[in-house]
């Protein structure tokens, strides 16, 4: 019985210090900039993932869409948004539906007029569906061209598409931009 007193102590102490030394240190958390560039490695590592048979499947797209609980058939591009979320540990955004992605209290742009930065969220308005209907992430925002990575499209200009893809974009066709990063939790991982 001892020795499990001695090892209590020993991983509270050890707990303390993992709260104190950064204090003592002056060491501060880690800052937004950083969490951005991990979000940006993160979806950079997906470029050049592709559906297996083009009908919103493969390995990969399913993991995306299972992020939103959904199986292979149904577009992603949300889904992706979401998933590389999940994979630094945010609780949120966890949604298939683009419209989700742009709650008034996340859009960034133009609403408050705030300069996009990279991995905030963008929008693209598509009329015949009468609403947001397709996300990715900034990768860079330029005052004419904006270069993007985003799920379920093609290079080639559709919304529509086959992979994970970088884009170049007019910043005239984005419609919204939201920071899912400022306010948001994460998740505690062990």
């Known amino acids: 019985m001892a020795w499990q007193a001695l090892l209590y102590k020993r991983l509270l102490l050890s707990t303390l210090w993992l709260f104190i030394l950064p204090i003592a240190l002056d060491v501060s958390m880690p800052a937004e900039p950083d969490v951005r560039q991990r979000l940006q490695a993160v979806y950079v590592a997906q470029v050049g993932v592709r559906e297996a048979t083009g009908n919103n499947d493969g390995l990969e797209v399913e993991a995306y869409l299972a992020t939103t609980n959904l199986g292979a058939g149904y577009p992603w591009c949300a889904a992706f948004v979401s998933w590389v979320f999940e994979q630094e540990g945010y609780d949120q955004p966890r949604t298939p539906w683009t419209p989700a992605l742009f709650p008034n209290k996340r859009n960034i742009w133009p609403a408050k007029e705030q300069t996009p930065q990279v ?72």
Do not use: C, L, M, Q
Not at 130 to 138: D, Q
Not at 157 to 182: L, M, N, Q
């Open 119 to 190: 991995s905030d969220v963008f929008g693209i308005y598509i009329a015949s569906k009468k609403r947001i209907g397709h996300a990715g992430f900034v990768e860079h925002w330029g005052a004419h061209f904006v270069v993007t990575v985003e799920g379920n499209t093609n290079p080639a200009g559709s919304h529509d598409g086959d992979g994970v893809y970088r884009r170049r974009r007019r910043t005239k066709t984005i419609h919204r931009v939201a920071d899912w990063i400022k306010n948001n939790k994460k998740s505690i991982k062990f």
